[in-house]
């Protein structure tokens, strides 16, 4: 028996390997498009632009875990049932359980591995690439400038600039703030360069005006220069502290959570909805490899293959998954439905374990009552019989020991 679990625990390692793979390359793909604006504007690093997108990995694979368990399930014993493997094992007496023991085994491993991902891993990850994003963000020294094209700088701070001279002077430049919610300032000058200095960038403009508008009355006063050197630096106040999402944020710290904190009671719902959520979702690694384990193992050979168990299989994962997500919208405004979150989660797993052991049991009785018709109608042979023909072998009727 032990052969025969140590194949079926790495056919579903090796699907599983290349599942995860892809579909981790696939999403950081797709997250890391949202980066780019930060090179183009920020002129952020390959190191840096490296760092923020592997900071991504961690959430990324609590998600696909569980997904890439489930499809690997799936294709291993689908390929065992159209190798006829699953068939004569299931005939040489290996019973479902068994059968299924490799696919749980590796789903209670990656539920170990989920939990320290969503407890630890996550949060800490999480907070180091919002405060990364953060800091850039707020860092005007890497300030780049695009022709044709404004660029936002900082919140309430945008800067055009229409083109470039071969020398490199910025011409037809425009800047419009709203740092200040009283007024509103707009800066055009005819030509510019832009310089770093220790105190961050600062633009020198030359021959251009300042048009300075009150929001309250709608009085404008404009101011013509030659020559005027503007601190972007200082325009560009960033905020002394950042405020932590709920995904930055420990285990203990969400549990805990109250309107003691300054927060609203729908904010504090969503927090503790976070740490429910991180102990739930790994065991969904369980509840997906069950529901895949249900639908595969008491399934005979098929021509046309087990399609239609394979869509079903994945109907009911995106069932669970709705509700899952349901409950919890619905649980930042109705925090009792909490609990039903779990419910989604283990449900499928008790489900099925009643399935397999029904079936298991149905199939014993038949086996026995097989072996006893068997039995009876092979009787040895007689001690007057002086033919000399052999004794017919007896039926084994047992479980093999493979």
């Given amino acids: 028996m032990k052969i025969i679990t140590k194949y079926i625990f790495i056919s579903i390692i090796r699907d599983m390997t290349f599942i995860s793979t892809g579909l981790s390359s696939i999403f950081l793909i ?23 997108t592997l900071l991504l990995l961690p959430h990324l694979l609590v998600i696909i875990l569980p997904i890439a368990l489930f499809a690997a399930t799936l294709s291993s014993y689908n390929r065992l049932i159209a190798g006829r493997e699953l068939v004569a094992l299931k005939a ?12 749980l085994f590796l789903a209670m491993i990656m539920t170990g591995v989920c939990f320290i991902l969503t ?13 990364m994003q953060w800091t850039i963000r707020n860092d005007v020294s890497g ?13 309430g701070l945008t800067i055009y600039v229409r083109s470039r001279s071969r020398a490199g002077e910025l011409l037809g430049i425009l800047i419009h703030s709203k740092k200040n919610a009283r007024v509103t300032i707009t800066t055009i000058a005819e030509r510019g360069n832009l310089t770093f200095t220790e105190n961050g960038p600062r633009i020198l403009l030359i021959n251009g005006s300042q048009q300075e508008m009150k929001n309250e009355n709608g009085q404008l006063s404009i101011l013509y220069f030659e020559r005027y050197s503007l601190d972007i630096g200082a325009l560009h106040k960033a905020e002394s502290t950042r405020f932590r999402d709920a995904r930055e944020r420990s285990l203990q710290e969400l549990l805990k959570m109250s309107e003691d904190s300054g927060l609203s009671s729908a904010e504090v719902r969503r927090f503790r909805m976070e740490a429910h959520q991180r102990l739930s979702w790994p065991l969904f690694n369980l509840s997906f490899v069950a529901i895949a384990l249900v639908l595969m193992l008491p399934a005979h050979l098929n021509r046309h293959g087990q399609t239609s168990k394979v869509l079903l299989a994945v109907s009911i ?6 509700a899952a997500l349901g409950i919890t919208h619905l649980a930042t405004r109705h925090f009792g439905v909490a609990p ?5 989660a283990l449900s499928p797993l008790g489900v099925a374990w009643h399935v397999l052991w029904h079936i298991s049991r149905v199939q014993a009785w038949q086996s026995q009552d097989i072996c006893r018709l068997h039995n009876a109608g092979r009787p040895g042979r007689s001690q007057g019989d002086s033919s000399g023909s052999r004794r017919p072998r007896a039926h084994h009727c047992g479980r093999t020991d493979l």
Avoid: C, D, W
């Avoid at 797709?30 to 923020?52: D, N």
């Avoid at 407890?119 to 405060?131: A, D, F, G, K």
């Avoid at 994962?317 to 709705?322: M, V």
């Fill in 92 to 103: 040489a007496g290996v019973s479902l359980f068994q059968l299924g023991s490799p696919a």
């Fill in 30 to 52: 797709v997250q890391s498009l949202r980066l780019i604006e930060m090179i183009v504007t920020k002129g952020l690093s390959l190191p840096a632009f490296v760092s923020l």
């Fill in 340 to 344: 039903l979150l779990y419910v989604v």
């Fill in 143 to 155: 300030m780049l400038l695009r022709e044709g094209m404004f660029t936002k700088v900082a919140n």
């Fill in 317 to 322: 994962i995106i069932a669970l998954e709705a």
């Fill in 119 to 131: 407890i630890y891993s996550v949060p800490t990850t999480v907070e180091r690439l919002h405060e």
